[in-house]
C-alpha cells in the first residue's frame, strides 16, 4: 500500500513564496517520478513540475522560472518552491507519485491542498 501525504498550503499575497512537501510511504519502486499537478475551480487538472529520482524536471511553461521541484530520495520526498506567486497560481495543489515495474503504471495521488494567491 502506497500514502501520498501533501503539506503546506495556504494563503500569500501575489508576489510571496510558499513551499510545499510531499511524502510517499509504503511499497516504493527505485523506479518513479513524483510531481505536482494543480485544479483551480473550473478548469482541468494541470501538471505543474515532475522530477525522476535521477534529477531529470519539468515545468509547466506557466510557472518556469518562478517555481523549483527538488526531491529528497532517501525520504521519498519532493518539494514545490513556489516564488514570486500570482493570482492564477490559486488552486488545488496535488502530488503525485508515477511508479513503473516491466510494464506497468501505477498512479498515486495524495488529497490536495489549497494554494491562494490574493491581497
Known amino acids: 500500500q502506497v500514502q501520498v501525504v501533501e503539506s503546506g498550503g495556504g494563503l500569500v499575497q501575489p508576489g510571496g513564496s510558499l513551499r510545499l512537501s510531499c511524502a510517499a510511504s509504503?511499497?516504493?519502486?527505485?523506479?518513479?517520478?513524483m510531481g505536482w499537478y494543480r485544479q483551480a475551480p473550473g478548469k482541468q487538472r494541470e501538471l505543474v513540475a515532475t522530477a525522476t529520482r535521477a534529477g531529470s524536471t519539468n515545468y509547466a511553461d506557466s510557472v518556469k522560472g518562478r517555481f523549483t521541484i527538488s526531491r529528497d530520495n532517501a525520504k521519498n520526498t519532493v518539494y514545490l518552491q513556489m516564488s514570486t506567486l500570482k493570482p492564477e497560481d490559486t488552486a488545488v495543489y496535488y502530488c503525485n507519485l508515477r511508479q513503473y515495474r516491466l510494464s506497468a503504471v501505477y498512479n498515486y495521488w495524495g488529497q490536495g491542498t489549497q494554494v491562494t494567491v490574493s491581497s
Open positions: 509504503g511499497s516504493i519502486f527505485s523506479s518513479n517520478t
